[in-house]
């Protein structure tokens, strides 16, 4: 019976970096997320993405979350994921995928290019997980925002009710403009 579980197991890891593969995740995500070997995974990559993963170390820092129109895409997709979190029975992971799978199809129906890779959404999760980062009620708008943990809830206005002076002004093909 034993057998059989971890062949279970091993099926839904593979199916899990399949969708993860598929969806741009960083060689990195599936080794965290999976009890695949490296040298499985990398057979893996190489089969679903027909090339070698990308090489380097995942982005750290949650500064990238903060500026103006990845905290837009940040906070979209973690409201995604904190609904898909309460109202499913999912195991985070899975959460993950479902909630940027959700996030992508909504970009594409906006016509907006996407900023939020699938590596740093996970990355996301991670930091809000470890506390490094919150969601905050904007006191203008009501909505929920991705900020520093220690963000006066107060007096928070998000960047989409007082964007910032340069906001909108550049020539990014597919980006937020406001007119």
């Not at 995942?58 to 129109?69: G, I, K, N, Y």
């Amino acid at each position: 019976m034993a057998t059989a579980k971890s062949i279970l197991n091993e099926s839904r890891d593979i199916a899990r970096a399949v969708a993860l593969i598929q969806l741009g995740a960083r060689l990195q995500v599936l080794e965290y997320e999976t009890s695949l070997s490296y040298e499985r995974l990398l057979r893996l990559y190489k089969e679903v993405a027909g090339k070698s993963p990308s090489k380097g170390q995942l982005p750290f820092s949650t500064d990238w979350f903060l500026t103006w129109q990845p905290n837009i895409h940040a906070s979209l997709f973690l409201n995604i994921h904190e609904y898909l979190s309460k109202t499913s029975d999912l195991e985070e992971i899975d959460t993950v995928i479902k909630a940027f799978r959700l996030y992508s199809e909504q970009m594409q129906a906006s016509a907006i290019e996407p900023l939020l890779s699938v590596t740093r959404a996970w990355r996301l999760v991670k930091f809000v997980d470890s506390g490094m980062l919150t969601l905050t009620k904007c006191s203008c708008c009501g909505g929920h925002f991705v900020t520093e943990p220690y963000e006066n809830a107060k007096s928070f206005v998000c960047g989409l009710c007082e964007p910032p002076a340069r906001a909108g002004k550049g020539s990014a093909s597919g980006g937020l403009r406001l007119h």
